[in-house]
């Protein structure tokens, strides 16, 4: 019998247990063993609930228990989480989480502790939800140099930008009714400011270049600037915006980035709509690879994470994750990054045409039905840095930026 602890009781907590309880039988048969869930540590009491005979409230019970050879860590955030992987860890246990701000922030110290006590530490639900992508990349992949991995991976946002884009509606609306069906907390400001599609291509990115990439560093934009006006320039270029997670390599160095952008109809993420999610990889000699699935919810995710604890339970002595350096990468700078924009101006288009070509160079105009005091113009491709000087000719008349992806 192989002994697991779940800490945190909440929405993938519970969906663990549910996972193992529906799907127990074939869990064990895959693993070779009988997987039991001897602990569930929460603050909470939970009476008339089946596991209430497991639940226990201090970690010490579980660290202390040598019965129990692999953790799940669905607590969230960074402390306590932190705290009691790592002694969990450094006592012998194996630990599978979904935690993505811990994995970004420490996966590099608790991937080396694993190794140097043959156990491991795993995080498939940490990106993407139930989409595998972390397992693919640390063995599928791995005789591939990976070039790029470009993704959707925020399902809350785009739920948002598909009704945006196909109802017409504002930004306001959208959250409000993303906010009552479920997909977007009371406080929405890690999906809609980016910040947690930044954490996940942190982690995409350390994994590929075996050097830790603090997401701090990664240049992050939200979609709260993303207007209606937007979209009707979107439909008018026959293109869709999405916010993006990419990471490209670029000789030696990564550039990563998390922005909207706009995607044309032979993009292979342009038709991921709802709260789906999709990864894009391009390896030097696999090619173009899609991840494509649910990317969030209490059962994807738990999916992932039950997963995680049957590749534990058939490697409780054998470390399999690939390793990073805690060593930090030097992302290349924003700045020297090349793409092309669409830019929407205030004014008239044939006014000030003779100066924009001046200043950007063979543009574009873009006219949206039903907006008659601006008009939209694409650039031909150029550095971010000089985008940047030529913008501030106009910071007066520019109304939003937002990049293509090609």
Same mark, same amino acid.
Request: negative net charge.
């Given at each position: =019998?192989?002994?697991?602890?779940? =800490?945190g009781y &909440?929405?993938?907590?519970?969906?663990? *247990?549910?996972?193992?309880?529906?799907?127990?039988?074939?869990?064990?048969?895959? #693993?070779g063993?009988?997987?039991?869930?001897?602990?569930?540590?929460?603050?909470?009491?939970?009476?008339?609930?089946?596991?209430?005979?497991?639940?226990?409230?201090?970690?010490?019970?579980?660290?202390?228990?040598?019965?129990?050879?692999?953790?799940?860590?669905?607590?969230?955030?960074?402390?306590?989480?932190?705290?009691?992987?790592?002694?969990c860890?450094?006592?012998?246990k194996?630990?599978?989480?979904s935690?993505? @701000?811990?994995?970004? /922030?420490?996966?590099?110290?608790?991937?080396?502790?694993a190794?140097?006590?043959?156990i491991?530490?795993?995080?498939?639900a940490?990106?993407?939800g139930?989409?595998?992508?972390? %397992?693919?990349?640390?063995?599928?992949?791995?005789?591939?140099?990976?070039?790029?991995?470009?993704?959707?991976?925020?399902?809350?946002?785009?739920?948002? !930008?598909? /009704? =945006?884009?196909?109802?017409?509606?504002?930004?306001?609306?959208?959250?409000?009714? @993303?906010?009552?069906?479920?997909?977007?907390?009371?406080?929405?400001?890690?999906?809609?400011?980016?910040?947690?599609?930044?954490?996940?291509?942190?982690?995409?990115?350390?994994l590929?270049? &075996?050097?830790?990439?603090?997401?701090?560093? #990664?240049?992050?934009?939200?979609?709260?600037?993303?207007?209606?006006?937007?979209?009707?320039?979107?439909?008018? !270029?026959?293109?869709? #915006? /999405?916010?993006? @997670?990419?990471?490209? %390599? %670029?000789?030696?160095?990564?550039?990563?980035?998390?922005?909207p952008? !706009?995607?044309?109809?032979?993009?292979?993420l342009?038709?991921?709509?709802?709260?789906?999610?999709?990864?894009? *990889?391009?390896?030097?000699?696999?090619g173009?690879?899609?991840?494509?699935?649910?990317?969030?919810?209490?059962?994807?995710?738990?999916s992932? *994470?039950?997963?995680?604890?049957?590749?534990?339970?058939?490697?409780?002595? %054998?470390?399999?994750?690939?390793?990073?350096?805690?060593?930090?990468?030097?992302?290349?700078?924003? @700045?020297?990054?090349?793409?092309?924009?669409?830019?929407? =101006?205030?004014?008239?288009?044939?006014?000030?045409?003779?100066?924009?070509?001046?200043?950007? &160079?063979?543009?574009?105009i873009?006219?949206?039905?039903?907006?008659?005091?601006?008009f939209?113009?694409?650039?031909?491709v150029?550095?971010?840095?000089?985008?940047?000087?030529?913008?501030?000719?106009?910071?007066?008349?520019?109304?939003?930026?937002?990049?293509?992806?090609?």
């Open positions: =019998m192989v002994d697991i602890a779940v =800490m &909440g929405t993938v907590g519970s969906g663990v *247990v549910e996972v193992v309880n529906t799907n127990g039988a074939r869990i064990s048969q895959r #693993i063993d009988e997987l039991n869930i001897k602990y569930v540590l929460d603050l909470k009491e939970f009476p008339g609930d089946p596991v209430q005979d497991k639940i226990v409230h201090d970690f010490e019970t579980i660290v202390n228990d040598d019965e129990i050879k692999i953790v799940v860590e669905v607590m969230g955030g960074i402390e306590p989480a932190y705290t009691f992987v790592k002694r860890l450094q006592a012998g194996s630990v599978a989480t935690n993505k @701000a811990l994995v970004a /922030k420490h996966g590099a110290e608790l991937l080396s502790i190794k140097d006590r043959g491991n530490f795993l995080f498939e940490s990106v993407g139930g989409i595998p992508i972390i %397992r693919p990349l640390n063995s599928s992949l791995t005789a591939d140099e990976i070039e790029e991995i470009t993704g959707i991976l925020n399902g809350t946002t785009n739920y948002m !930008m598909t /009704k =945006m884009f196909y109802e017409g509606a504002d930004y306001d609306e959208v959250l409000k009714e @993303a906010q009552e069906n479920g997909f977007a907390e009371r406080n929405p400001e890690a999906d809609v400011e980016g910040y947690d599609a930044c954490r996940k291509i942190a982690i995409l990115s350390s590929i270049s &075996g050097q830790q990439v603090d997401f701090e560093d #990664i240049y992050c934009e939200g979609i709260t600037e993303i207007t209606a006006e937007d979209m009707k320039y979107a439909k008018a !270029m026959g293109t869709t #915006i /999405k916010l993006l @997670a990419s990471s490209k %390599r %670029r000789g030696n160095r990564l550039h990563a980035i998390v922005a952008c !706009m995607l044309y109809p032979g993009h292979p342009y038709n991921v709509n709802g709260v789906f999610n999709a990864i894009f *990889v391009h390896g030097n000699v696999l173009d690879a899609m991840f494509y699935g649910s990317g969030a919810g209490k059962l994807p995710t738990a992932a *994470v039950v997963a995680d604890v049957v590749d534990a339970a058939k490697h409780l002595s %054998r470390n399999i994750m690939t390793m990073w350096k805690q060593d930090k990468l030097k992302l290349e700078d924003k @700045a020297d990054a090349k793409r092309r924009f669409f830019i929407r =101006m205030k004014g008239d288009a044939q006014e000030m045409l003779a100066d924009l070509k001046d200043s950007f &160079g063979d543009i574009e873009i006219h949206a039905d039903g907006l008659d005091d601006e939209g113009f694409i650039t031909p150029m550095m971010e840095g000089d985008y940047d000087t030529r913008a501030r000719i106009y910071k007066d008349e520019i109304l939003h930026m937002i990049r293509i992806q090609e």
